[in-house]
């Protein structure tokens, strides 16, 4: 797959058929391979997640039970996670997530997960 063609596509360029064939093929992958290609294509964090909430329409949730306080969600890129007390856990800062959902991949005991 060509990433140029995606790239010039997520930065408002207009699309050609070519883009449209590929935008259609991203589309039509499952989320966890959808995302992470979307993710690594786009330079802009807002289209990204804009373009992540389109396509699959997920939120991230945090199951404190299951948390064990690792801490691998704490080195998100973007700065999203957080600590917000010792006792009680972490929080998602819903205006820097991009949806990447890498947090959900790093947690080894599956409290942080992907919903609709």
């Known amino acids: 797959m ?3 063609i ?3 596509y997520l930065h408002g ?5 070519k883009v449209m064939r590929v935008s259609e093929e991203i589309i039509s992958l499952p989320k966890e391979h959808g995302i992470p290609l979307i993710t690594s294509l786009g330079d802009n964090k807002q289209i990204t997640k804009k373009l992540i ?3 699959y329409n ?3 949730s945090i199951d404190m039970e299951k948390c064990i306080a690792c801490g ?7 700065g999203a996670i957080s600590v917000y007390s010792e006792d009680i856990g972490i929080s998602i ?3 820097k997530c991009i949806l990447c959902c890498k947090c959900v991949s790093e947690c080894p005991v599956g409290a942080l997960k992907i919903v609709k």
């Open 58 to 60: 997920i939120t991230i």
């Open 72 to 78: 691998k969600c704490l080195e998100c890129e973007y």
């Open 53 to 55: 909430e389109r396509i």
């Open 2 to 4: 060509d990433r140029s």
């Open 6 to 8: 995606i790239s010039h």
């Open 93 to 95: 800062d819903r205006e």
């Open 13 to 17: 360029r207009y699309p050609s058929d």
